[in-house]
């Protein structure tokens, strides 16, 4: 039993947070009543202009007061309801539980955001959560298969209905300029008159009309009834589903007292009235008659905002009070009910009896329930009053909408009745009355539960009772609420008198009418229900065609669209191709430049050079394609990149042309070595399966690729031809590199100056390169076993000749180069001596790249190609025994430390973060430096670049030539 | 002249979708470096001027345009770090699936 104390304890904790906020909110109220409205607003997004903030008037107070006050008793309330029944039961975990009342509170955050967000931004953020919260409390058993079913449900209508409701909200922000309600409010004539005005209305009503569950959208309601019951009786009858009558009663004065917001929130209110009513009293689950009843009470405040009269306003205060205090009570009632019988079917509780053994919960449900009914002196029949009164005044009484009215009465008094008496009192005929022994046993399982469970359905049920004589007071507490969340809905000052007995006019004798066949259908209930029981219309749910349809029109597209992937990666890509080919097209439609002749080639000095080294790209290329083997297409793919250098050199431009040439021999190196890794087995197995392709397959993929050409052709013709021919930036660069940063390299100071910060993106990333390849080679393989050398199908390695053993040289074994393969002493000697050499020339290109050809990456990338060399000369791991400084972690680590001293240090000479500086000017060590060289940011930059480069490039290579077999080391 | 560099440039791009649609993942993953020298040339090519000296402070004469040979300058490293990347990632899938024909490599199909 210790267990079953913490839930109560955690029951009670936590509702003293929405108590301690009820205090507060209730403690306004005479604030709020005098006109006064709390605000508090802050910058979300300056620049985009959003601000967000909150704001308390009265019809937030009201709803804040529901939800805080309710949410009290809701939690004190769960404390109880999952704590078992009696000892007999499986005890729960201590504080297995707390998740609901997370829930509940990040619940009520979220519902107290909605009714006070003072823009619409924040209430729909808000919003959201509610449905997101919502959902979890649905799917809460979530081993539950109906449970899901239920939650997804309500998830994909209230967050659909959520979607149409940001684009209504954006559209109305739109028209009136502003996301604050206060400025919408001010141009409220601008957005009725806006073309926009229908859609706008729709999407929002849309999003209303979901979440609180208005026909056609209203079936999700019964499917939530899977949640526990607290959350049942907080989220879905007091709250939540309230939350759109709040949206539309708080955009009444933009959007409302049109003709439109009046025929469709009063004819989606009626229906949703009439078909809650009925079909409420055709259910079998005490749940679901609650749900139904609910529903009705939506449609009804629905309708009410529709009308937007005053009195309506006043009706609908009223209605929500009441309904949320009779509702909430029925809710947790039928929750103590399921807790100790263990069924909510209405047919099951009957024959139990249960008043008998359950007399106090018996007595706490008449109040509630009379409330429900709306008969006098309770709240229920006030709200029916100032409804029956609201209705028959303005719109000329409409006598479809007034005879509708009466019926939902009717039937909602019907349900009361059912609920009360289905639920506790005996079934009268003899056959199933239990004999001595079995009323005993009864007495022994079901029984009052304690006072703290009873607290919250008890208390809601006085309130009914004694909230309905506040009109006795001068300006009595509900008077006041409801005058000012009246006044904040309707726009203006509303009328308030509460009096139970206003004497003998239309309201009172239509609300007699009502009574008088809601006590007859009371009576006859039990024959109507299994008369009219089994009709399709009255099945528990069955109007959810719509969204089966739905979900299955969506499995059925989802299906359609991902037939299309059949695995095959090359049909994607050809796809995808062909998609972004046809969208460019079609966007950018097709046109021949304005070329006087094509083909005329104008004369350029070294044209025949440059027209040679393009064609030596595209031959090279193109032979890269035909080569029968992988090595010689990398090596005509090398060429190729060569090629390119040239074109770049004659530009002209040598440094660019230098980094092309020694970044692809790099590349082809690195190439080499990871084909070297692979058996050649695998890669002729490839070879001669793409030799039996069929023809065409391969003239399909020549299609693609010659349409994609063509396309090609015509985007660069088109850009070329058309391009300026006098740049805006450049000359800025061209001016300013000098001055700016000292640098006659004008492509040099844009790297490392003007776009420094770029550079020093760029470094991360490819030492994040080197990192990541090495990570992935060594360890990501070794993790998933992906052992080439145990394959069945493939013998590996097998074709490389034998490694003499070189242990009698004195030598380790390791001391062979990649492949295993002993080179000749001359190219280690040369290696060795080529790495020393590398290393100055680096220094030099750094020292003086700024003014002249060179810069970082080639001394980087030329320090590497030299260790590149020492590793074919003496084998990976014998390369990184020798040259112990070369630890790639580190250096790529010491060359984003030296780019932040360098960009940082600046700060010390009063400038700015990555500014131009010279240090040697500064410290006067500038006397020292040979000609043309200075110790400068930029210096320091390029040192950078260099250092991350032989890291992560040598990281590359450590990890390429890497012995297969070594992986699993 | 623009005409000769778009058509070079468009062979160039035939090329490498070519490449990156055959079955040989090696073959493949050499498309990707040809259609990256295809877009080096499209940057060169797009330049304002037509130089005859580089382009230095000091240079005298029609200086080649800066800007797209500094933005030519990054992208020829950052895809050399991307080319390694993308061939041991590519060396991992062959081993994984200790094949080089991309077809017979259907894990990702459902």
Known sequence: MASMDKHRYLGWASAAIPAGLFAWFAAQLPAIAAGAKLSYTFNWLPTLGLQTGFSLDGLSLLFALLITGIGSLVLIYAGYYFTPHNATEPATRPFSEARFFAYILLFMVCMLGVVTASDVITLFIFWEGTSIVSFLLVAYKYKDAEARRGATKALIITGGGGVALLAGLLMLANVAGSTQFSAIFAQAALVKASPLYPVMLGLVALGAFTKSAQFPAHHWLPNAMSAPTPASAYLHSATMVKAGIYLMARLFPALGGSELWFGLLVSAGFITMILGAVKGLFQQDLKAVLAYSTISQLGVLMMLIGWGSSTAMKALAVGTIAHALYKGAMFLMAGIVDHSAHTRDLG??????????????????????????????????????????????????????????????????????MLLFDTFSHASHPKS???????????????????????????????????????????????????????????????????????????????????????????????????????????????????????????????????????????????????????????????????????????????????????????????????????????????????????????????????????????????????????????????KIERQEHILTRLRHLTIAGGAGLFMFMVCLNALSGRPRNSIVTPFYEQQSKPFTGAADIVGAIVVDFRGFDTMIEITVFGVAGAAIYSLLRYATQKHGDDLENADNITQIADRPAVPNLEILGRATSTRGIGGRVPSALVQLAAQAILPISIIVAFVHMLYGHDQPGDGFTAGVIVAIAVGLMVLAYGQIDTFKRLRWLRPGYLIGSGWLVVMLGSLSPILWGQVFFSPFDFSVATGLDRFLPVGASISTSFLFEIAICLTVIGSASWMLQTFAREPAKITD | MDIIISFAIAVLFATGIYQLLRRNVVRSALGLVIISNAINLFLLAIGAYDGTVQSYAKAIGVRSDALPLALILTAIVISMGGFAFTFAMLYIVMRRYKTADIDAITELKN
């Open chain 1, 433 to 687: 009355h239990p004999s001595e022994a079995a009323n005993h046993a009864h007495a022994a399982k079901y029984s009052d539960p304690p006072f703290g469970f009873l607290l919250g359905p008890a208390l809601l049920g006085v309130l009914s009772l004694v909230l309905a004589f506040d009109w006795l007071l001068e300006a009595g507490p509900i008077t006041t609420l409801v005058g000012s969340a009246a006044k904040a809905a309707y726009g203006d000052k509303v009328k308030v008198d509460l009096a139970l007995f206003q004497g003998f006019n239309l309201p009172l004798l239509m609300s007699a009418m009502a009574i008088a066949i809601g006590l007859g259908i009371a009576q006859y209930r039990h024959r109507l229900r299994t008369k009219f029981g089994s009709l399709w219309l009255l099945q528990p749910v069955r109007m959810d065609a719509l969204y089966h349809g739905f979900m299955r029109s969506l499995e059925f597209t989802a299906k359609q669209a991902t037939g299309l992937q059949n695995g095959s990666i090359r049909t994607y890509l050809s796809l995808m191709f062909i998609g972004f080919g046809a969208l460019t097209l079609w966007f950018g439609a097709w046109r021949w430049p304005a070329i006087a002749n094509p083909f005329l080639i104008e004369a350029q000095p070294l044209q025949a050079l440059r027209i040679f080294s393009l064609l030596l790209v595209v031959a090279a290329a193109l032979a890269s394609v035909l080569a029968r083997r992988d090595l010689t297409a990398i090596i005509a793919l090398g060429a190729s990149g060569l090629g390119v250098a040239l074109v770049i050199a004659l530009e002209p431009s040598p440094d660019v042309a230098l980094v092309q040439i020694i970044v692809d021999i790099l590349t082809t190196v690195i190439l080499v070595m990871a084909m070297d890794r692979l058996p050649v087995k695998m890669r002729d197995a490839a070879y």
């Open chain 1, 348 to 417: 099951a509780l009957r024959t139990l009896g249960l008043r008998k053994y359950m007399p106090l919960t018996f007595a706490a449900t008449i109040l509630p329930a009379l409330s429900m009914a709306g008969l006098p002196p309770l709240l229920g029949f006030l709200g029916k009053e100032t409804l029956l009164a609201a209705i028959e005044e303005a719109h000329g009484g409409l006598i479809v909408v007034v005879f509708g009215a009466i019926l939902a009465g009717a039937f909602t008094l019907a349900q009361a009745a």
